[in-house]
Each structure stands twice: as structure tokens, then as C-alpha cells.
């Protein structure tokens, strides 16, 4: 079984973001890293040792592949994912960013009818310019805007996104 990470690209505390990756996690394990301790990214702080970036680069280096979980704000993805992108491909180490040559899959979640169709086009075009091999498989989880849970269509639209992993 390949060693999958889950980045998730919400703050919020009940994020339906978080709670589809936990779902992917339940059918196709792997690790669930989730964005509040990285900071805003600084050439000056890229100089430190930020152990958060440390923490994620390496969890990102271990894996084989990484799953991008990102709400659509403003037509595009999270600005904590944008910021996390932006340490994960800046060179270290041995000079190679982190993300280069991984393979990837990106999907998400949100309140509204057609969940975060246009995020992924944005997060594709950025991972797939940026070295990564982003896989073609889709998965968009329109949720209660109530609840926040989703329906058993849905559920299995999950179960089989986790199966291609």
C-alpha cells in the first residue's frame, strides 16, 4: 500500500474538508496533516528552521503520494494552501523542493451546489507547473450547509476516489 498524505487546506474547526479527508484516511489510510502552524511564508523565516515547514517537508518527502483538500475561496483554492505550496517548493536541503516529481490528487468541499469545481482547476494547473503528477481522478463533495454532512451518493463517490489512490 502506497503512504498517502492528506494536506488539508482549512482552518476552520469543523471544516468539511477535514472530515472528507478522514474519510479517505478510513478506506485508504495514510496521514492527515493539517495547515494552523505554518506561518505566512518570509524569506526570512525561510532562512530558520520553522519546525511546522520542517514537520510537513519531511512528511511530504516520506510519501508517495500527496492529497491536496482544499475548499474553493473566491474561485480558487485556500489561501493557506497557496501559502503552504509556496514553502513545500522553494528549494532546501539538497536544493529540491520538497513537492518536485511527487504524485498528487486533489479534491474538496464546500456548502455550495457545485462544491469546489473551479478550485481544482486552478490547484492543477499550479501542481502540475510546479513538477508534480497530478492525477486526472476527480472528487467534489457538495455538503448540508446545516449539517455538514453529505449523502450515501457521496459516500461512495469517496470510497471510490480512495480506491484510486
Given at each position: 500500500?502506497?503512504?498517502?498524505l492528506y ?12 472530515k ?6 478510513k ?15 518570509s524569506e ?10 520542517a514537520?510537513?517537508?519531511e512528511?511530504?518527502l ?8 482544499s475548499?474553493?475561496?473566491n ?16 528549494p532546501?536541503g539538497?536544493?529540491?523542493?520538497a513537492?518536485?516529481g ?9 456548502t ?11 490547484l ?5 507547473l ?11 463533495v457538495?455538503?448540508?450547509?446545516i449539517?455538514?454532512?453529505?449523502d450515501?451518493?457521496t ?11
Amino acid at each position: 500500500m502506497s503512504k498517502i498524505l492528506y494536506i488539508v487546506g482549512s482552518l476552520t474547526k469543523n471544516s468539511i474538508n477535514k472530515k472528507i479527508a478522514e474519510e479517505l484516511q478510513k478506506n485508504a489510510g495514510g496521514e492527515i496533516f493539517t495547515l494552523e502552524n505554518i506561518p505566512l511564508f518570509s524569506e526570512d523565516l525561510e532562512k530558520e528552521n520553522v519546525p511546522a515547514v520542517a514537520e510537513l517537508r519531511e512528511k511530504v518527502l516520506e510519501a508517495d503520494r500527496i492529497v491536496f483538500v482544499s475548499p474553493e475561496y473566491n474561485y480558487t483554492f485556500s489561501g493557506v494552501m497557496k501559502n503552504t505550496i509556496d514553502w513545500l517548493s522553494r528549494p532546501y536541503g539538497d536544493n529540491k523542493p520538497a513537492i518536485i516529481g511527487k504524485k498528487a490528487a486533489i479534491c474538496g468541499g464546500s456548502t455550495s451546489f457545485f462544491g469546489p469545481v473551479r478550485m481544482r482547476k486552478d490547484l492543477f494547473t499550479l501542481l502540475s507547473l510546479l513538477g508534480m503528477n497530478v492525477s486526472s481522478a476527480e472528487l467534489y463533495v457538495s455538503a448540508d450547509k446545516i449539517t455538514k454532512e453529505w449523502d450515501e451518493a457521496t459516500s461512495k463517490r469517496i470510497k471510490k476516489f480512495a480506491a484510486a489512490l
